[in-house]
């Protein structure tokens, strides 16, 4: 789902949100450190159990689109002159 706007709690490494389908929203939280393409308004997956309507996540990954590449990658690539923003 979606990371719903100004939903985002953070206290030292407990996180609190709620992701939406745009229809249904859940409560979720978290603890640990988050993706760091992970914001609100963007795509995320969480795994975890649902006890008493709050997802209690173990693990969330950030979602990016088709064209995410990792800095990392894209330098290498320019230095090789193969990559073209």
Do not use: C, W
């Not at 950030?62 to 995410?68: F, G, L, Q, V």
């Amino acid at each position: 789902g979606l990371v719903k706007e100004n939903s985002l709690i953070k206290d030292g490494d407990k996180i609190a949100f709620i992701v939406t389908d745009r229809t249904n929203d859940v409560a979720v939280k978290f603890t640990g450190i988050l993706p760091d393409l992970f914001s609100e308004g963007t795509g995320m997956i969480a795994t975890g159990s649902l006890k008493l309507k709050v997802f209690h996540a173990t693990e969330i990954l950030a979602k990016h689109d088709e064209n995410y590449m990792p800095k990392e990658v894209a330098d290498a690539l320019k230095e090789q002159g193969v990559f073209q923003e």
